[in-house]
């Protein structure tokens, strides 16, 4: 089965792309999983062109979930009954502008039934050869979360983190005391839940990173 019919298969998918049409695409982590392979993301990240809100409450009434709206994160989440979160957000500019704003090139890749796979990064080549490689340095240091999660991501995956990512998350590393310990506390359970966890909790302390979230986690306990 191609991409287009895996995407499709799924009825919210079918459902939101046949509502929306053309000013909607799927991004992040369940487009890389379904080029991975392995396990499928249930979560779903969709961006929009124009009325996030308004077809987030939509998909809500329509699959009977809980509507929720991040406003720190300028997000509308839909909380299905099965455990799904659809979450949703405007796009800003344009498609490219939007995935030149993610974390890592493996999570910066689009898809939509009229441009099909958008990959402006060409995250399919880091997924092949198994690297986490980030979009830019700017982009670490304005959600300093995505350190931790480099390595959730490589724990999750089986994969390298690439050097210069390594670097900075080195050199960002105190930063991480901006992100809320709640936040901190959600991708630290993930990394420590992934098959891999020791080895790469051992690299995130190698890499001084750990140090700074623990000293950030007990400060606000």
Known sequence: MDLA???LSDPINQWLFNHARKDI???GGYIRDLLHGGDISKDKDYILKHNARKIALITSNKFKGTFI???KDRMFRVALNDGQFLDFSQMQNNVLK?????????NAIAWSPVKGLIDPFDGRTDLKNKIIRMISPENLSEDP?????A?????????????????YLRKYSSKIKKTASERITQELFKLLM???AS????????DKVLHKILNVTNAKI
């Open 145 to 149: 979360l995505r350190l931790l999660r």
């Open 5 to 7: 019919n895996k995407i």
């Open 25 to 27: 695409y799927l991004v």
């Open 194 to 196: 992934t098959e891999n």
């Open 199 to 206: 080895y790469y909790i051992a690299l995130c302390e190698k």
């Open 69 to 71: 709206e991040l406003k």
């Open 151 to 167: 390595y959730r991501l490589a724990a999750q995956l089986g994969f390298t983190i690439e050097r210069d990512t390594r670097n």
């Open 98 to 106: 939007d995935l030149s704003k993610r974390d890592f090139r493996i």
